[in-house]
């Protein structure tokens, strides 16, 4: 997420949602996406897409295809 972002590590927390990053927009937010399908091998669907709104989330949707 920091490279995607373009931001320090330490500013992608648990709590992270687009309205604390500023970065996270449009295009990066696609980008984000598309980094994470290709890094876990995983599809997400266009719901799940929209849902991806927080680092949390992510983690939990993320985990929910690897078990």
Same mark, same amino acid.
């Given at each position: 997420m920091a490279d995607i972002f373009e $931001?320090? #590590?330490e =500013? #992608?927390?648990e709590s $992270?949602?687009?309205r604390a990053? =500023?970065?996270w927009k449009g295009k990066k937010h696609r980008l984000? #996406?598309?980094a994470l399908q290709k890094k876990f091998n995983i599809r997400f669907d266009e719901e799940e897409i929209e849902s991806l709104v927080s680092y949390k989330v992510i983690v939990s949707t993320i985990r929910s295809y690897l078990i």
């Amino acid at each position: 997420m920091a490279d995607i972002f373009e $931001v320090d #590590i330490e =500013s #992608i927390t648990e709590s $992270v949602t687009p309205r604390a990053l =500023s970065q996270w927009k449009g295009k990066k937010h696609r980008l984000l #996406i598309e980094a994470l399908q290709k890094k876990f091998n995983i599809r997400f669907d266009e719901e799940e897409i929209e849902s991806l709104v927080s680092y949390k989330v992510i983690v939990s949707t993320i985990r929910s295809y690897l078990i």
